[in-house]
């Protein structure tokens, strides 16, 4: 192609964003380095595969996209910036399971640390992105927290980790609101028998253990917000 870098990069952008394989193979026969060095411009230091696994995630034809450009030379655990996240960060973050799922297939590091909130199981944990989150423990991701164990409904492993003599605090802060946010009845009745404040509000969050019960979680409220924005109606009064 006979483009500028900057063209060529903003249009790999946008043939990941559009789905347009055809396209994005265009780009990269010309401007081959583009599949793995940070784009620049104002994608900044975000590479080919951040933009992939960019906010909010499900770009059309996301994992083989993923495919073609980790054959062509992107790194699967590139950071967006010094000491940024991963891709997998980032799909941890959408809960976009399908385009995590070909990045672990890729080589991407399951206990890459530094996100936002840790590991790639942290983020999608920390942000209610639960089809992500089990995907990572199946490909072998460390359950070493008690709020993630609940969260994810593991209450044998969360038993290890509080130990005998937990302090309320860790009972409430780091499990009992996340397994009422992770939906896990059993998990949170356990820690309320050992503890548990019903109506404790972590620092982290706005809201009570009830609250983050009440949430979505990031895929479902996604999908509300693409219906709504095509114009969807509910056949529910007030909804």
Not at 23 to 37: N, W, Y
Not at 114 to 122: F, Q
Request: contains cysteine.
């Amino acid at each position: 192609m006979n483009i500028s870098i900057d063209e060529a990069a903003a249009a790999l952008a946008v043939a990941i964003r559009t789905g347009d394989v055809a396209k994005l193979r265009e780009v990269l026969a010309g401007h081959p380095h583009l599949a793995s060095a940070p784009l620049g411009g104002a994608l900044r230091m975000r590479t080919a595969l951040h933009v992939v696994t960019d906010w909010p995630g499900y770009f059309p034809n996301g994992p083989q996209i993923v495919g073609i450009l980790v054959a062509a030379g992107a790194d699967p655990d590139a950071r967006a910036k010094p000491g940024g996240e991963t891709p997998l960060h980032w799909a941890a973050s959408s809960d976009d399971v399908e385009v995590a799922e070909a990045l672990l297939d890729a080589g991407a590091d399951v206990e890459a640390p530094d996100g936002s909130i840790g590991t790639p199981l942290a983020n999608a944990v920390g942000y209610a992105c639960w089809h992500v989150a089990r995907l990572l423990v199946a490909r072998g991701a460390a359950v070493d927290e008690p709020w993630q164990a609940a969260a994810l409904g593991m209450t044998g492993r969360l038993a290890q980790l509080l130990g005998e003599r937990p302090e309320r605090e860790e009972v409430s802060k780091k499990a009992f609101w996340h397994a009422c946010s992770g939906a896990q009845r059993r998990t949170a009745e356990y820690l309320l028998s050992r503890g548990a404040d019903l109506n404790w509000v972590p620092g982290y969050a706005k809201g009570t253990p009830l609250d983050a019960a009440s949430d979505d979680g990031t895929r479902r409220g996604q999908v509300v917000s693409w219906l709504r924005e095509l114009g969807a109606r509910s056949a529910r009064p007030g909804a």
